[in-house]
């Protein structure tokens, strides 16, 4: 997971996980970005938030071809 911060004067940049004793301090975790967003949040302020939630797709999509993307996205 990854956390990006920008604003209106220049392109988002990658905001590094707080550094800590422990070892998932290496990576996001999902209460680590609630956490971090929350602080921002209550910065005040215009704030637009985006998530891009990644999916995976039926096993059963993969096993049975042919693929028809325009009737899985319908």
């Not at 005040?44 to 042919?66: C, M, Q, S």
Request: charged residues 30%.
């Amino acid at each position: 997971m990854r956390v990006y911060k920008g604003d209106r004067a220049s392109l988002p940049v990658e905001v590094q996980p707080p550094s800590g004793p422990r070892k998932s301090r290496k990576y996001w975790t999902r209460p680590g970005i609630a956490e971090w967003l929350a602080e921002r949040l209550r910065e005040g302020g215009r704030t637009l938030v985006g998530i891009d939630h990644g999916f995976l797709f039926p096993l059963r999509y993969f096993e049975e071809p042919p693929h028809d993307w325009p009737a899985f996205l319908d």
